[in-house]
């Protein structure tokens, strides 16, 4: 058989390793060809393709990013664009796809399988928010990376008596900022599942300085205070449409700066959190998500994902990962110091 091999959306620590595995098992076991398609599904729709053999995913388990590159490309959003897709995977002799990405990459996916596209989709994101899998790869590097900002930022906010807002990614669910937030000792975890009073952040901070002690704010990207509360001046969007990273941490700094007399300051950590090299947990799990796809691949079980169930890698429907975001649910807020409106 022959197969392509793509990775979409935003990149993620263990897009490699996930290759690498599929790539190696696929040739020396099975004995499949694979061609590795360029940005998404971006490749496949304008044929810019790669070499993908056992020499070049040689040294790549330990690289960030992905070989392939990535884009947020959409073909169902392009006029003709699925017609041209499957033209151009006939015209290659492309078989089967094995496609690596998040929601968007694998609703794409699901929509090209009911079309007769026999595609494995493999879930991958930072943010833990897809349906189908207790995790994706990525997001323990992700909270880690959090984790060891904050554990610095505790530091240089005790020697100078200030409060740190501490800005993770998250746009719809808070589980990075959840977990970083906890093993880092975060005193106000804020999330966007659920809006936030901005008088209690302000009054709980102030509290923290009265015992000698300079509290550290965590605030996802997507968390919002209570109606009424906020004017972010910051909220506009990118020539892509996605709303720029930096606002609600600045704005929160203000506010308590304001309502405190304490001096605040933000930190962003946007897209380190994406960046380098993988944990050991993200290698593994890239890699038996990798294993299992092109096992999959092989059976001919196609429209499927693979995905973490417990302990064991399991299949399940594509259309699983995009039926809804698995944010994080309320009885977890009381795990941490979560603040509401
Ligand atoms: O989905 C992963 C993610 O990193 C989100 O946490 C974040 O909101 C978004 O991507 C940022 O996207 P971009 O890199 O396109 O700015």
């Given amino acids: 058989m022959r197969i392509g091999v793509l990775t979409g959306g935003g990149d993620c620590p263990g897009l490699n390793a996930v290759i690498r595995a599929v790539v190696r098992k696929g040739i020396t076991e099975y004995g499949h060809e694979f061609v590795g398609y360029r940005n998404g599904w971006r490749g496949p729709l304008d044929n ?6 056992v020499s070049s995913v040689r040294g790549i388990l330990p690289r960030g990013g992905t070989i392939l590159g990535s884009s947020r490309t959409n073909p169902f959003k392009i006029e003709g664009g699925v017609e041209k897709i499957t033209a151009n995977l006939a015209e290659q002799g492309v078989d089967a796809l094995v496609a690596i990405g998040g929601e968007d990459t ?10 007769g596209v026999q595609v494995v989709g493999v879930p991958k994101t930072i943010d833990n928010d897809l349906n189908a899998t207790d995790y994706t790869f990525g997001f323990d590097t992700a909270v880690n990376i959090a984790m060891e900002a904050i554990d610095r930022l505790h530091t240089t906010a005790e020697s100078h008596h200030r409060c740190l807002v501490v800005e993770l990614m998250g746009r719809h669910a808070g589980w990075i900022a959840l977990h970083a937030g906890m093993a880092g000792g975060a005193n106000v975890i804020l999330l966007p599942e659920r809006q936030f009073d901005v008088e209690k952040v302000a009054a709980y901070v102030e509290k923290r300085f009265e015992t000698e002690y300079s509290p550290i704010v965590v605030v996802a990207e997507g968390a919002t205070p209570l109606t009424g509360q906020m004017v972010l001046q910051n909220q506009e969007r990118d020539a892509f449409g996605h709303v720029r990273l930096g606002g609600i941490g600045q704005w929160l700094a203000e506010q308590v700066e304001e309502r405190t007399g304490k001096e605040s300051r933000t930190v962003v950590l946007g897209h380190i959190q994406r960046g380098g090299t993988p944990t050991a947990f993200d290698r593994v799990l890239a ?24 302990t064991d890698i399991v299949r399940a429907p594509l259309s699983e990962a995009t039926a809804e975001l698995k944010t994080v649910p309320i009885e977890r807020y009381a795990e941490a110091e979560v603040f509401f409106g």
Wanted: no cysteine; proline share 2%; hydrophobic share 45%.
């Fill in 106 to 115: 694998l609703g794409v996916a699901a929509k090209l399988y009911d079309q």
């Fill in 48 to 53: 810019l393709t790669r070499p993908l053999d």
């Fill in 287 to 310: 890699t038996r998500f990798g294993l299992q796809a092109i096992d999959a691949v092989h059976d001919g079980d196609w429209g499927k994902m693979v995905a973490l169930r417990g």
